[in-house]
């Protein structure tokens, strides 16, 4: 819970003006710095603090665009508390648009980090000593890697009591029932007593208008709740939650084409895809083998055998 007066990164943080400080990373071979922006709206009076973190994985440009529009809509100016925006994390990623950093590594499998490590575990370092320490509650916005392209969902713990509470709040088409994973950044912020949201929704190397307005209208309805913001939570149906999942995957290679919508509920035995060779001499159906949500669609046109092409939901 932030009072006033406020301090990150070692300044002082006015009270109701932006604030932009960049997070230094390091230094190209071309001895051009690279800084990562880390945009902070400190309210007058005090309340929750809450960051907003895009683009740990480079390509993941969805994350990106949903903070961008809540920046635009000025959801990120408070009436109470703080809110910090980091839109792009990985900007080393960001700049070629890979998933990875530049040593090779994935950035959300370094975490806490370390003092003297590879490039990536010096940076979750730096996060997880300057930023962390400092906030209450995280959105974490990723998508699905590759051409794999998820429904908009937010995965929590089973046993995260706080965190499922607000993601009903939230209110995405799925919340999913999702174990942290070592060295993850969502596993170092539960250890330090934090409330994570990580949202999923589409693929790597898009902005997908109904993936963006899934994330900046759960948002809005996560800072209503905490009384960051005024306004109306808005609310749909109850959220479907999957429990218990499945990857389907491909009993051939091929030309893979996708015969329903993502997020369908499908009955077993019901058509999911079609694998065909280039020759116009092999198809082969890809059957939904019990009764499911499909959450996660791999769109790629050309699969190998063993290729995941289904998540499904298992139904008890």
């Excluded at 665009?65 to 920046?71: N, V």
């Excluded at 980091?86 to 950093?101: A, K, M």
């Excluded at 370092?125 to 590759?146: L, M, N, R």
């Excluded at 051409?147 to 713990?157: S, T």
Aim: charged share 25%; hydrophobic share 40%; aromatic share 8%.
């Amino acid at each position: 819970m932030s009072s006033n007066p406020f301090k990150i990164l070692g300044k002082d943080i006015p009270e109701g003006k932006r604030t932009i400080i960049d997070l230094k990373v390091a230094k190209l071979h071309t001895r051009t710095t690279v800084n990562v922006p880390v945009i902070i709206e400190h309210s007058k009076n005090p309340g929750p603090v809450v960051l907003l973190l895009a683009g740990i994985h480079g390509d993941e440009t969805n994350g990106v665009g949903i903070i961008r529009e809540i920046i635009n809509l000025k959801l990120n100016k408070p009436q109470k508390g703080t809110i910090i925006c980091i839109p792009v994390f990985n900007i080393f990623g960001y700049l070629i648009q890979t998933r990875e950093f530049p040593d090779g590594r994935d950035l959300n499998r370094m975490f806490p980090g370390t003092q003297n490590g590879s490039l990536a575990s010096q940076f979750a370092y730096q996060f997880s000593e300057k930023i962390a320490p400092f906030v209450d509650y995280v959105i974490d916005f990723h998508t699905g890697g590759g051409e794999r392209d998820n429904v908009a969902q937010i995965r929590c713990n089973k046993d995260d009591e706080k965190g499922l509470e607000l993601a009903k709040i939230f209110n995405p088409p799925m919340i999913m029932y999702s174990n942290t994973i070592i060295k993850s950044l969502r596993e170092t912020l539960h250890k330090m007593g934090k409330t994570v949201l990580l949202f999923e929704g589409g693929k790597s190397n898009e902005l997908n208008p109904t993936i963006i307005n899934e994330g900046v209208n759960g948002t809005r309805n996560v800072l209503i709740h905490l009384g960051l913001i005024s306004g109306e939570i808005a609310v749909r149906e109850t959220p479907i939650y999957v429990k218990n999942s499945k990857w389907l995957r491909a009993s051939d290679s091929g030309m893979f084409k996708i015969s329903i919508a993502n997020g369908s509920f499908v009955k077993k035995k019901e058509v999911l895809g079609v694998i065909q060779d280039p020759f116009g001499e092999f198809k082969k159906k890809v059957y939904a083998p019990f009764d499911s949500y499909v959450f996660c669609i791999n769109k790629t046109p050309i699969v190998n055998k063993g290729d995941a092409l289904f998540h499904l939901s298992v139904e008890k």
